[in-house]
């Protein structure tokens, strides 16, 4: 088909524009490209696919070695005043589900997650408390400053235990960057004259007819994002008449 341009008058507009994984190689101490064995939680999630590339199996990019350590490093990019300031809500579970891929693939992987704090709330906190009894696996709390790319294809993540002070240079067979949750609008939408925070998240203006509902509204899991869509579609329809 031919691209056509066509006016439509509405009374309302609802923004459901969604996002984007922020774009690792703007972390430069996480230094993304600096090995293969360094990828992202996307990277991950498509790896696990029993229809992906590896077919379900976790392995390291480059050398396809199975994996028998592996290190999470959350916020990576989220929480940062150089990157995205705000909490991109969904990493902190979406990396315990992915920890359950690990365990089921390989039993005795030694599992480490490097994190600020951990967002789990409601029912989740079962879950979590779950895979923090696994005995092969470490949660440390603190922010990764460094991974270094070693000669035998692993990588190790140096960073402070923030309870302890104690400096922890732990080698792995692969890490795993949750990087942050961006809002997909972008600058398009200061271009249409769609008014925006500081953090690029649409903000609502009923009187405008402009509203703004899931991950374009603000960082949300599925649940919170169809609850938006829905109040966002009832706001509409009351503008509408």
Known sequence: MSTQVFT???????WATGWNPYDATKIENLKFNSSNAIITNMMM??????NGPTGGKILRPGDDKEIESIAFVQCAGSRDANHLEFCSYICCMATMKQM???RERYPDAKIYVFYIDLRTPGKYEHFRAKLMGDENAEFIKGK????????DGGVTVVAENAITGQKINQKVDMAVLATGMQPALGDQGTALGVQMDGNGFVVSN??????????????????????SSTAAALKAIQISR
């Open 144 to 151: 990764v400053a460094d991974i270094i790319a070693e000669d």
């Open 206 to 227: 009923p009187e405008q007819g402009m509203i703004a509902a899931g991950c374009a509204k603000s960082a949300a899991d599925v649940y919170t994002s169809a609850q």
């Open 100 to 102: 359950t891929y690990v």
């Open 8 to 14: 439509v008058n509405v009374a309302s507009i609802v």
């Open 45 to 50: 999630e498509r790896m696990a696919a029993p």
